[in-house]
């Protein structure tokens, strides 16, 4: 299966910055056809933009989050329809940061999910667990509850994508072993099939500090399908350095 590599890029660029980013990527990427799919998630401001920057390139371009419902009052919310109308192709939800500052359950993650795969979206849906949960031997727990929870109905292996990030993992540079990632992978295939009937086929991102350094050993063991990327996908360097490494 072609990896894939995406990039959240968070709450991070700004209207210049972002352009030399999507425009050096789609440099990089146009030169060298076939490495991975990539995709980069901008801040919903800097979508549009990023859509022209990487427009006659392969690169796709994705949502942070979206709302819940169709439209309406929601201030400050966006739309699946919104993203996917500019041009999305796929939409994160259930990012840690997100159930952490803004209170997202696996409930409402799955509710997203369902309007994000009605609008036509790719959901790439987020799951993983805190150190504390990890100490206490709980992360199969969690994540298992997660995966139940927060997976839409009626979702494909290529509708749906999970990104496995243990929490402990996001920018802090520290990672788990490469035995641990793999053994966490199998679960989650596992326990997606169990669920949700979405185990072969589905594609399972690893996220947490993946940078040029490690991404080919951790793309390399089996079940990785790819990896979510957030402060090495803030420069062409890194993030380039990361797709050149997919085996
Ligand atoms: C993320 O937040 O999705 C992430 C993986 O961050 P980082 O690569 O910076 O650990």
């Known amino acids: 299966m072609t990896k894939l590599i995406a990039g959240n890029w968070k709450m991070n660029g700004l209207v210049a910055s972002s352009q030399v980013l999507a425009h050096g990527l789609a440099d990089k990427v146009k030169a060298n056809p076939g490495r991975a799919d990539v995709a980069i998630c901008p801040p919903g401001p800097l979508i549009r933009d ?3 920057a990487v427009s006659g390139s392969p690169i796709s371009v994705g949502g942070q989050d979206c709302h819940a419902n169709e439209s309406g009052a929601h201030t400050g919310d966006t739309s ?7 041009g999305c192709s796929s939409v994160i939800l259930g990012h840690s940061e997100r159930r952490a500052d803004h209170g997202e359950t696996s409930a409402l993650v799955k509710n997203k999910a369902q309007a994000a795969l009605n609008a036509g979206l790719v959901v790439i849906v987020c799951v993983g667990e805190s150190e504390a949960e ?3 031997g709980q992360a199969e727990t969690v994540i298992g509850q997660q995966i139940d929870g927060s997976l839409p109905a009626g979702g494909t292996p290529q509708t749906v994508v999970i990104a496995y990030e243990p929490v402990w993992a996001i920018g802090t540079g520290r990672t788990p072993s490469l035995q641990e990632i793999r053994a966490i992978h199998v679960f989650i295939r596992n326990r997606a099939q169990e669920s949700h009937g979405l185990g072969d086929g589905l594609r399972i991102l690893y996220g947490g500090s993946v940078k040029p ?3 080919s050993e951790i793309l390399a063991i089996q079940g990785v399908d790819g990896a979510l990327v957030g402060g090495a996908s803030l420069t062409v360097e890194d993030f380039w350095g990361i797709i050149e490494n997919c085996p």
């Not at 699946?80 to 500019?86: F, P, S, T, V």
């Open 50 to 52: 990023a859509l022209s």
């Open 213 to 215: 350094g490690n991404a």
């Open 80 to 86: 699946a329809a919104l993203l996917a109308d500019m």
């Open 134 to 136: 990890r100490d206490a």
